[in-house]
């Protein structure tokens, strides 16, 4: 049983770090009611003029694709529901949710880097597949600075196993940002 509701989960990682997965799975988890908030359809929301979000010229849109999904999550959590949102939401993006002052968990999942670049080569489809930004995006989120406590690494552990490990550290607390 997962309760947690009025509350929000960050739960972030590289590419091929499992973290959709994992979001979907916790979504269906007993307990509270639950909402899974996918941040890249936020991005794909933009039908023209969208820039890719790892690009430098794309501050700007990333700033405000990153303030509506904080507010949509806040709507769900007001709502009673446990918001669980999964995307790449680096330390960079955190000032719209903390922003919120609700109950704000934050989990980065963190693979080894070819762990992550063969995931998102195996699955292919539309998805991100190219080694340099996420080797890129890997870099960035290996350097949590005051955040690092937030990180697990999760090696090459088996969906079930990062599942349990997302669930245990909800319950333990220590993920919460104050």
């Known amino acids: 049983m997962v309760e947690f509701a009025g509350e929000i989960l960050i739960l972030t990682g590289t590419p091929g770090s499992g973290k959709t997965t994992t979001a979907k799975a916790l979504a269906v988890e007993g307990g509270s009611a639950k909402v899974h ?4 359809d ?63 968990h934050y989990m980065v ?17 539309d998805t991100l597949t190219d080694p340099e930004p996420i080797a890129a995006l890997h870099r960035q989120l290996s350097e949590l600075g005051n955040l690092e406590r937030h990180a697990i690494d999760i090696g090459d552990r088996a969906r079930e196993q990062t599942l349990a490990t ?11 940002l104050s």
Request: net charge positive; glycine share 12%.
């Open 37 to 40: 908030l996918h941040s890249d």
């Open 42 to 104: 936020f991005w794909h929301f933009i039908k023209n003029g969208a820039i890719a979000p790892y690009l430098p010229e794309a501050h700007r849109q990333n700033a405000v694709v990153i303030d509506v999904l904080a507010k949509a999550a806040q709507g769900y959590a007001k709502g009673g529901f446990f918001v669980i949102v999964d995307g790449i939401i680096g330390p960079w993006f955190l000032e719209p949710f903390k922003a919120l002052g609700m109950p704000l």
């Open 109 to 125: 999942l963190r693979p080894p880097l070819e762990v992550a670049i063969r995931r998102c080569r195996d699955r292919g489809g």
């Open 166 to 176: 997302v669930i245990e550290a909800l319950r333990g607390g220590t993920f919460r």
